[in-house]
Nanobody, 129 residues
Framework: QVQLVESGGGLVQAGGSLRLSCAAS????????LGWFRQAPGKEREFLGA????????YYADSVKRRFTISRDNAKNTVYLQMNSLKPEDTAVYLC??????????????????????WGQGTQVTVSS
């Protein structure tokens, strides 16, 4: 069973930065991709970006691509979300998720929450103005 645990959330002022972590366990992740999402109160879960474990390819939603970066530490089975130039509208619960991918085309299409099989519990990020 795949387990995902997010950490690193908190309160930050507008313009600041945070780095979130997603520690993955329970499986060999070479055939997986990990995605980052966020959900604000009353809003739908929003895709932020994804990383394919093999090769480390990434892509991002247009809304965050110049401010957010996904990276990983293979030795720790951990994926990170570096968030810079944070805005009050970035306030949300941030979640990581995992799914198996077999092709590049499939990897590039995993932007919907329904594409993911495993989820972490989320970590709260609050950006004050």
């Amino acid at each position: 069973q795949v387990q995902l645990v997010e950490s690193g959330g908190g309160l930050v002022q507008a313009g600041g930065s945070l780095r979130l972590s997603c520690a993955a366990s329970g499986r060999t992740f070479s055939s997986y991709a990990l995605g980052w999402f966020r959900q604000a109160p009353g809003k739908e879960r929003e895709f932020l970006g994804a990383m394919r474990w093999i090769g480390g390819s990434t892509y991002y939603a247009d809304s965050v691509k110049r401010r957010f970066t996904i990276s990983r530490d293979n030795a720790k089975n951990t994926v990170y979300l570096q968030m810079n130039s944070l805005k009050p509208e970035d306030t949300a619960v941030y979640l990581c998720a995992a799914t198996q991918v077999r092709t590049t085309a499939q990897f590039m299409g995993i932007i919907s929450p329904q594409e993911y099989d495993y989820w972490g519990q989320g970590t709260q990020v609050t950006v004050s103005s």
